[in-house]
């Protein structure tokens, strides 16, 4: 076949088939505009459908919704009617009732005006029997009534004496009985022999030979005792005996057991009396420390600063009235905190400030100023609360008491001295007290003589039964007890007895 006739026979079977796929793809997307136009409708009239069937639903709901809202505003309404009908009610009531008061105000107003008028009439017809009375006594109104008193006194004297006894009697047996109660529930605590204890610094010569080495050549080995430990040594007033002289007590301690190991070890030269001296004031500050350390862990007392129980273990060289203060302060501690329980009070602010109530005697003779203030500005200097400084400050009555605690420390303070061999008093001071009692007893109008007996714990006042009757001898004994309060100080408790004795002589002939 020719070639040009084949390629005119492929063209036009090309172009053939083109028009014939062109006509074919026209068909099938006719076919598809048609379907999805149909499609559309269907979506569109049930989007109609579902709108028009959604817009019912909502009509409905809200015709619901509207008639809940009707029923509800009815109930409301109906609940506000019954409201405005019950308060119309009570405030006819009210209106009764303020009617009712006003009637009975008048009433009372009406009363009161009668009442007076029948007072302003007993007072005039008391007004003229008083004056009927004077002018038939002859006495004005002061006078009968002076007299009248006197009568009644006269009359009812001996009842009065004895129903203020009965009172007092009374009052003291049921104070005495709690108070009683409590001191034994605190003093079995801390029940213990107790033993008073006087510091005396002397030491005992073996031999004449020893005494010879004290004083050493020209009194040199004396004289370096001396400087090494601040204390004066006597040697020739006590025969056998060294007496060590000084106002600080843990000086003379030191003094004390130097020269007793001295004595011991025999060799007595200055040199080695200065080593000896080194070696007692290292064991005294040792015992010092674990006296404090005992003390508090005796007493229950912690959370000290280590430094201020050092101070404290100091009053273990440190006496007053021959009774240890160490000692005391223990049983002061334990003797408050027992109180403070039974009363309901601060124990702990009392255990502390029993225990260092007395810590300013340790440093006393380097410190002006009494040992409670002393002893407050130690305290304050380690940051204790300020209750247990004031009842520190207080125990003395040096300021006024302002806590439960304060007045307890003082107590236990008091309760601790006061025990029957806890302290002993120079017999020149003995003599002096007993003489302040007896000169404040005869100091009262009306006293005959006074004598201070048992030891300065009572004082018997005999007063003349002619110038005083028994209503003012019990008055005297109150007075005589207040002024010892206030200008004498003691322990414990004196008892001041008032005798107004009568008698009655005859003889028979």
């Known amino acids: 076949m020719n070639p040009v006739t084949l390629i005119v026979l492929l063209a036009g079977g090309a172009l053939a088939g083109s028009v014939s796929g062109y006509y074919y793809r026209k068909v099938k997307v006719t076919r598809e505009a048609k379907g999805a136009e149909a499609e559309a409708t269907k979506l569109i009239e049930d989007a109609k459908r579902k709108a028009k069937d959604t817009v019912l639903e909502a009509k409905d709901e809200a015709l619901k919704i509207s008639?809940?809202?009707?029923?509800?505003?009815?109930?409301?309404?109906?609940?506000?009617?019954?409201?405005?009908?019950?308060?119309?009610?009570?405030?006819?009531?009210?209106?009764?009732?303020?009617?009712?008061?006003d009637k009975k105000k008048e009433e009372l107003t009406k009363s009161r005006a009668e009442i007076e008028d029948i007072k302003n009439q007993l007072r005039a017809i008391r007004t003229k029997q008083e004056e009927t009375l004077v002018g038939l006594a002859k006495l004005t109104k002061e006078e009968a009534k002076e007299k009248l008193f006197k009568l009644v006194e006269k009359d009812y004297k001996e009842d009065m004496v004895n129903w203020i006894r009965k009172v007092q009697e009374e009052v003291k047996e049921d104070a005495d009985s709690k108070a009683r109660e409590i001191l034994a529930y605190a003093i079995q605590h801390i029940a213990q022999d107790f033993t008073a204890e006087t510091t005396i610094s002397t030491v005992a010569l073996p031999s004449d030979e020893m005494k010879g080495r004290i004083i050493g050549r020209e009194g040199r080995n004396i004289h370096a005792i001396e400087r090494a430990t601040g204390c004066d040594i006597i040697v020739d007033d006590t025969p056998e005996t060294i007496v060590i002289s000084g106002f600080d007590p843990v000086r003379r301690a030191v003094a004390k057991l130097s020269l007793e190991k001295l004595l011991q070890d025999g060799r007595i030269h200055p040199s080695r009396i200065e080593e000896m001296v080194g070696k007692c004031e290292k064991e005294i500050d040792k015992s010092i420390k674990e006296a404090?350390?005992?003390?508090?862990?005796?007493?229950?007392?912690?959370?000290?600063?280590?430094?201020?129980?050092?101070?404290?273990?100091?009053?273990?060289?440190?006496?007053?009235?021959?009774?240890?203060?160490?000692?005391?302060?223990?049983?002061?501690?334990?003797?408050?905190?027992?109180?403070?329980?039974?009363?309901?009070?601060?124990?702990?602010?009392?255990?502390?400030?029993?225990?260092?109530?007395?810590?300013?005697?340790?440093?006393?003779?380097?410190?002006?100023?009494?040992?409670?203030?002393?002893?407050?500005?130690?305290a304050k200097k380690f940051s204790l609360p300020e209750p247990v400084l004031h009842a520190i400050e207080a125990h003395h009555e040096e300021v006024e008491f302002k806590t439960i605690e304060a007045v307890i420390v003082k107590v236990a303070d008091a309760i601790s001295g006061a025990r029957p061999g806890a302290r002993r008093d120079s017999l020149d001071n003995y003599v002096k007290r007993l003489g302040e009692l007896e000169a404040i007893a005869n100091a009262f109008e009306g006293v005959e003589k006074s004598f201070a007996i048992q030891a300065g714990r009572e004082v018997r006042v005999i007063v003349n039964p002619e110038n005083m009757d028994d209503l003012e001898a019990t008055k005297l004994a109150r007075d005589i007890a207040d002024k010892i309060e206030n200008d004498l100080k003691y322990p414990g408790q004196i008892k001041v007895n008032v005798i107004r004795e009568t008698r009655a002589i005859e003889y028979a002939k």
Do not use: F
Request: hydrophobic content about 40%.
């Open 292 to 378: 404090g350390e005992q003390a508090v862990y005796e007493a229950g007392v912690n959370g000290l600063s280590p430094e201020i129980v050092k101070i404290l273990g100091r009053l273990k060289y440190r006496t007053s009235y021959a009774q240890n203060v160490l000692r005391h302060s223990i049983e002061t501690s334990k003797i408050a905190a027992a109180i403070a329980a039974e009363v309901k009070a601060d124990v702990k602010v009392a255990k502390v400030a029993g225990i260092l109530h007395d810590i300013g005697k340790a440093v006393d003779q380097e410190i002006t100023g009494t040992h409670a203030i002393i002893s407050r500005d130690i």
């Open 67 to 101: 008639e809940a809202a009707k029923k509800e505003e009815k109930e409301r309404r109906d609940q506000i009617l019954k409201l405005e009908e019950r308060l119309a009610s009570k405030e006819e009531n009210l209106e009764n009732k303020y009617d009712e008061l």
